[in-house]
């Protein structure tokens, strides 16, 4: 329960620093909280990601990617919406992403677990000090 608290805050915090309204954010929680608990995956990992980790190729992250961008639109039957990633970004730190983003396009992988993870490697490699997982 503790940890599930701290994951929570942690998670607020995290769509607050980057500009997230609260409507935003509230959806941040909402995918991070139903996402982490349909996939099973160790918040943990997605908090070291966003203390400046590098993605790591766990299953259960991989899979936990994935229910985020299709949950949120981001992605559906394997291929990755950049527009709908975009639209979705504050305008400070879309100027920013916006030209890797559309680079990178969809990374496909073996699963659309592994697409979604690849795709995120890339996004991360492009900008790893804007980059954040919800």
């Known amino acids: ?69 299709e949950t949120a639109g981001m992605m559906s039957a394997g291929e990755v919406d950049v527009e709908a990633v975009l639209a979705m970004l504050p305008d400070g730190l879309r100027s920013k992403i916006e030209a890797p983003m559309r680079a990178c396009g969809t990374q496909r992988g073996a699963d659309d677990c592994d697409t979604a993870f690849l795709t995120q490697v890339c996004w991360q490699k492009a900008n790893k000090v804007d980059y954040f997982l919800i």
């Open 1 to 69: 329960m503790k940890g599930a608290l701290v994951c929570a805050v942690l998670t607020a915090l995290a769509a607050r620093a980057w500009g997230m309204d609260d409507e935003m954010a509230e959806l941040a929680k909402m995918l991070h909280d139903n996402c982490g608990e349909e996939t099973g995956v160790d918040l943990g990992l997605v908090d070291k990601v966003n203390a400046g980790a590098d993605l790591m190729p766990d299953a259960k992250l991989k899979c936990y990617i994935k229910c985020v961008m």
